[in-house]
């Protein structure tokens, strides 16, 4: 049994005004292929394809030379043509060299924007399906913030997206992608899906699924899943920030070949979320930035800290409004982890500096309009890496300590700080800080709240709307029409030929 693995994957944020290039996706790593490929990611979608698939003794995986995610991570806007022809080319070329292939498995995530391309992942599966043709089972694996109608579905046979936010089942998702695939391939499970698109857009801070009514829609979804065996239900949340034709939440339903059950578990889920609209999108509450920063004082003098400021609207990594404010409101004892400033370190490596040297320099800003100022820091370097990993969100850091316990650590990209410990990994410790700023939507629950960590948490914003903002109508749309979704139009559902 011979399974081909490819990846093409990104999360892109079309409103940024640097495009992610070719050479974006061109580090020490990726391209990547054969075995190289096999191991990249172990915790997540490829891990667990590769482990189930390789607990069957009669699968071989071929490895296709892909691009892992770009060095920008999530901080770049639109991917070229060249960039996506590039790859594509590469990987079809290699995919058109194999023989007699059963199944192929394709890592993506369902918010991959290409100049001029309206639907990428459905583009690279009707590419792969034309290669190696109708009798060839294609699976994949997607993010919950995934923009799919379905086109997907009409060139692959199956489809497993991951249901919590922050992503916890990643490993989980891949493995029932290699299992069914494996069935699929061996006749016992014969795919048959159902699709339906729902007119709501939301903004990803709201999404959180440690709380209710997403918690209850993850949960509805896992409840028909547990009862009805050989039935896989995918709920894509939908990413706003690429400005897509497909944007906005979808469904899809996988059975063995039992389309009433398939008609009848989509119909459910739909509805259920259909009349749950209002609630989903009012989970949260955001605090304007100087509001969030006083109620972060408040708390550290009434022994509720550490306190966790999360700035969820800052998508270059360069933002500095909440850096500013707290600086303004003279806050001490708090750790600022990150500020996107690549050519202020790459300046400082350059000089030789060492842990102990002076630091003064402008930081941060002047991206775009949602980045603000830069702002000045003067004060000491305590930590710094020469450093470099994949995704360029790694170790190439610098960490500055000023005023009253303060530490602002710069990066290259933006970086959402999930774990403590990844902050404790640059020689902090817990009991240094009070208040720890960050910028994430929702994934840093998993380190800060899920575990109790922080008994403080607080959603700011800027003082206006900006490119990361819950006011979705300030966002320059051209590729869809907000009025054709709730909460900006009245959209009807279900559709009128619902069956």
Known sequence: MRIAVLQFAHETVTFLPNDTTREDFIYPGSPAGGEALLATDPKGYMGGFV?????????????ITSPLWPRTGTGSGWITQDAYEHFLRIMIAELKAQQGLDGVYLALHGALAVRGVPRPEADIARRVREVVGRHVFISATFDPHGNEDEAFLEQADMAFTVKYFPHYDMHLQGERAARMLVRAIRGSFKPLHRTVRIPIIAPTVVMWTGASPWSDLIQRALI???????????????????????????????TNNDPALADRVIRDMAEWTWRRREALLNTVKIHAMKQGVALAREAVTSG???????????????????????????????????????????????????????????????????????????GTIRYLSHATTARGTGNEW??????????????????????????????????EFDVIAIKSRAHFRRGFDDSGFAPTILLVEPPQPFM????????PYENLRLMDYYPYGDPSFPPADWN
């Open 468 to 475: 990361g903002t819950v006011h979705l109508q300030a966002l």
């Open 398 to 431: 610098i960490c500055v300590s000023f005023g009253k316990g303060n530490v602002l650590v710069l990066s290259p990209y933006l970086v959402q700080i999930m774990e403590p410990s990844e902050l404790w990994q640059l020689g902090f410790k817990p009991d």
């Open 304 to 378: 509720k800290a550490p306190v966790v400021l999360a700035d969820y609207s800052d998508r270059s990594g360069y933002a500095t409004w909440l850096l500013q404010e707290i600086i303004e409101q003279r806050l001490e004892r708090t750790l600022i982890a990150t500020i996107a400033s690549p050519d202020i370190i790459r300046s400082v490596l350059a000089t030789g500096a060492k842990p102990g040297d002076a630091f003064d320099a402008e930081i941060g800003g002047l991206f775009d309009e949602s980045a603000g100022e830069s702002v000045r820091i003067c």
């Open 51 to 63: 482990q189930v698939a390789r607990e069957y003794g009669d699968v071989e995986l071929i490895g």
């Open 224 to 254: 028909w899943e547990a009862r009805e065996p050989d039935v896989f239900v995918n709920v894509f949340f939908g990413f706003p920030w690429s400005d897509v034709p497909d944007a906005g939440m979808g469904l899809q339903v996988l």
